[in-house]
């Protein structure tokens, strides 16, 4: 079975252009992730999905980032206008739903910004 | 919201030593406890995990323990090897799915 698959692996993009990242997660999941991780750091929470729905944002910048989970499987991550700021590794993962369950990692994008 | 402190930074071991990496955090409605570990330029992967109601979990090499009142909760490596080099993450489930983690501990382990 394929694990999370994101696209895509690496991405350098000049200031202020827009980018967008995607993520298939397992099979079956219900619920997915999309996580920052700058260098030497831990995974940071941007937006959480149950099914199609975001039901925790709360840690994405919504002036300059967007995402969305049609029906409820595969999810765009996007960035318009990239800062250099953003320059980081992006994570999705997925879970089954419920309480304590195990979340899988895709293997990243990593977004440089010049 | 919840924070998580992770101590080392880095922890450097002879090959055969046993690692300690300790976390806390500050919900005391926090439920589950997983550790993550991450090679170089790969995906984070779960290595154990431990839920509030019980205080210790081993597999093989690996155990946690957790510490309710005080809020802690650490991950032991015994008989430490070169393949265990890696960051370690902790996490902690505030409920509700919502995973926050650890700033990770950089763990070398010298032949």
């Known amino acids: 079975e394929a694990g999370v698959v994101q696209s895509p692996r690496y991405k350098i993009i000049e200031k202020k252009q827009p980018v967008a990242f995607w993520c298939n997660p397992i099979s079956g999941h219900n619920t997915l992730y999309w996580y920052l991780q700058n260098l030497g750091q831990g995974p940071e929470l941007l937006i959480r999905?149950?099914?199609?729905?975001?039901?925790?944002d709360s840690q994405l910048p919504k002036d300059r980032f967007s995402a969305e989970r049609l029906k409820g499987v595969d999810s765009t991550l996007k960035i318009q206008p990239a800062e250099l700021g953003d320059s980081a590794v992006y994570l999705c993962?997925?879970?089954?739903?419920?309480?304590?369950?195990?979340?899988?990692f895709g293997q990243g994008t990593r977004l440089t910004v010049v | 919201g919840e924070n998580v402190e992770q101590h080392p930074s880095t922890l450097s071991v002879q090959e055969g030593d046993s690692a300690v990496i300790k976390c806390t955090y500050s919900d005391s409605a926090s439920n589950y406890f997983p550790w993550y570990k991450q090679e170089l330029g790969k995906r984070p992967q779960l290595i154990i995990d431990i839920r509030s109601n019980v205080g210790e979990k081993k597999d093989q090499r690996i155990a946690v323990t957790l510490n309710k009142t005080a809020k802690h909760f650490s991950l032991h490596i015994t008989e430490t090897q070169p393949e265990d080099s890696a960051v370690y993450f902790c996490?902690?489930?505030?409920?509700?799915?919502?995973?926050?983690f650890g700033t990770g501990t950089r763990l070398l382990v010298s032949p």
């Open positions: 999905y149950e099914n199609e729905e975001a039901v925790d």
């Open positions: 993962a997925s879970s089954l739903s419920g309480q304590n369950t195990e979340a899988f």
């Open positions: 996490a902690v489930n505030t409920g509700f799915q919502k995973l926050v």
